[in-house]
């Protein structure tokens, strides 16, 4: 089945510190990938997408790039600030007739980062 | 615009009761979806709806578990019997379409004695 692997937290990181979040997923077909956020105290919001093999998604200085090769789907960012801490979680829509729009999420990552 | 509204934000129940769970998709969405968010399990998907199509509900967990969205607007997700594992977040999203961007709601928490 569809799965979604991500690096185990909690992250810590100083302000202007380079991010990387692992990503790697398990899917039939094409998935389209995603990086959604979660602020403390708000709900899930969609950070960034991409939805076919070498696309590149970004917002808000944070990228990552679909690898079908490695299956991986990293996200970065070069300076984190600290409105950045927030729960980061990586997802796949596998598609697919009915299937569109099931997300599959992994664990979760935990970033904290301090002035 | 107002956004995906679920109520209640917080909901404490002893085993054995039913609750209710009320979500408020964006005005115009088609699709809406909900999830739970567990220590245990993470985030998993529970039930679909399209328009008018028969629900998607290949992830919801047990018979105890139902859902249902009434003039392709509000949906309520309902649990029957309530056990301790059923304590978690309950999310719901909504998209304007399938396959489009879900936006989230911020949650039910249900803790189950």
């Known amino acids: 089945g569809n799965s979604v692997t991500q690096m185990e937290g909690p992250v810590t990181l100083s302000e202007e510190a380079f991010l990387t979040i692992n990503c790697t997923y398990t899917?039939?077909?094409?998935?389209?990938l995603f990086w959604y956020v979660q602020y403390p105290g708000e709900g899930l919001q969609l950070l960034l997408k991409?939805?076919?093999?070498?696309d590149k998604g970004s917002n808000k200085g944070f990228e990552a790039t679909y690898r079908k090769e490695t299956t991986s789907f990293h996200l970065e960012k070069g300076s984190v600030q600290v409105s950045d801490s927030a729960v980061y979680f990586c997802?796949?829509?596998?598609?697919?007739?009915?299937?569109?729009?099931?997300?599959?999420f992994g664990q979760g990552t935990i970033l904290t980062v301090h002035p | 615009g107002a956004g995906v509204s679920q109520s209640p934000s917080n909901k404490v129940t002893e085993k054995g009761k039913d609750v209710e769970l009320r979500c408020d998709p964006i005005?115009?969405?088609?699709?809406l979806y909900w999830y739970r968010q567990s220590l245990g399990q993470g985030l998993e998907f529970l039930i679909y709806?399209?328009?008018?199509?028969?629900?998607?509900k290949s992830g919801l967990p047990s018979d105890r578990f139902s859902a249902e969205r009434t003039g392709g607007s509000v949906s309520t997700l309902t649990i029957q019997r309530t056990q301790q594992e059923d304590s978690a977040v309950y999310l719901c999203?909504?998209?304007?379409?399938?396959?489009?961007?879900?936006?989230f709601g911020p949650g039910t928490r249900l803790l189950v004695l």
């Open positions: 899917a039939t077909g094409y998935p389209s």
């Open positions: 709806f399209q328009g008018n199509s028969a629900p998607d």
């Open positions: 997802a796949l829509d596998r598609g697919g007739g009915t299937s569109y729009g099931k997300l599959t």
């Open positions: 991409a939805t076919k093999a070498d």
């Open positions: 999203a909504s998209s304007w379409a399938q396959r489009e961007t879900q936006y």
């Open positions: 005005s115009g969405h088609t699709a």
